[in-house]
């Protein structure tokens, strides 16, 4: 085992991922956003809203071209970083990347259509029609590549026998212990996401001076997206809980805190480790036994059932309190918008507020990155929970550290080449121009 190998390919495969699953994440909850918006347009014969799906879906394509490069990158490191684990779990693990690749072109077929036929439809039902497939196979790509990661967390459907799988069965290994609750939570946080990234955008626009309806109706679709979206990635978070408290108990302990086996187990929030004994901790009595079992009393198996070595690293506790926590922040801000909306208090209207919306989008997008740093270096030491550690499916090559540097300067890249093209483009087409641009040719 090369140490120096293991140690880069983990940061490389982090700094991969956590670049990818921004424009991952906005590949799948983007379209969903779109179709609302249009569907919005068509029902209330609103031209604001079917302007949204249009300039929308604009923006998408740019994302979903930098989505395509990071998601070929991470199955390429696949094989470079980690050709122990290919080798072994790669007759699994094949069918749900081939059926995510499947998705990605069906998705991306009907993207290509539906972009380029605004107008070509006199009725815009039928427009809105071929984008049902861009947001099934947005989902769907998403759903299948979660069912890969799912099962490196619940590993199941083979014997394995001197190291060698055998009785493999594909459709067994794809629907495991892991998969519901995993799908549901990657699919519902990236609608979320999305929503209050574009709520962030809308309220920029608001709090930099313009006071176009566009945007007022903009922020209030948003938001009310983002609110149903929060409530949903709440109940699905408590499913998820009790999934790792029966399946996975040593990565809730750690990332909890739980450090023996007890009843009426508190919720430790935030706090310092120092020689064992946790200080300065927020406790929530019995709200750990609650998210494990749904009892308050009940026991919450500690990492004390655990040998020392399969204890996950102790700082994704600080993973799952900031993903919490901003979770529960934008619950109550968008909570509160809609409230105000109902209540018709000016507030909202304000520049501090406002800016609290904008903070959203950011917000979200760093709740999205310590989930997935929850998930998988909570998953540690095992890159096949259970049968396969992290070091014995990596690469014993010497030249990862050249492989982290130009993949950086290549992320680097990418990530500056869309912020300018999205900039250029809605600078050079601001809603006012587009909504003159329309009323001149009779569409508005």
Known sequence: MNESAVFWSRILTEVTLSFHIIYATLGVGVPILIMIAHWVGIKNNDEHYILMARRWARGFVITVAVGVV???VMGLQLSLLWPNFMQVAGQLIALP??????AFFFEAIFLGIYLYTWDRFENQKKHLLLLIPVAIGASMSAMFITILNAFMNAPQGFDMVDGQLINIQPLVAMFNPAMPTKVAHVLVTAY????????????????RGSNHI????????LMKLGFIFTVATVIIGDFSGKYLAEYQPEKLAAA?????TSENAPLVLFGVLDDGEIKYAIEIPYILSVLAHSNPTAEVIGLDQFPVEEHPPYYIHY??????MIGMFMLFVSAIYLLAIWRKWSFIRSKWFRFIVILGGPLSVIAIETGWWLAEVGRQPWVLRGYMTTAEGATTSNHVELMLILFSILYFILAVGSIVTLHRMFKNNPIVKEIAKRSSKGDV
Do not use: N, Q, R
């Open 97 to 102: 990347l081939f059926l995510e690749t499947f």
């Open 214 to 221: 566009y945007h007022k109706k903009a922020l209030y679709l």
């Open 319 to 324: 993973f799952f309190d900031v993903m919490v």
């Open 192 to 207: 979320m996401t999305c929503a209050f990234i574009l709520a962030s955008i809308a309220a920029y626009k608001l709090m």
């Open 256 to 260: 909890e805190w739980h450090f023996e």
């Open 70 to 72: 990071t998601g070929t």
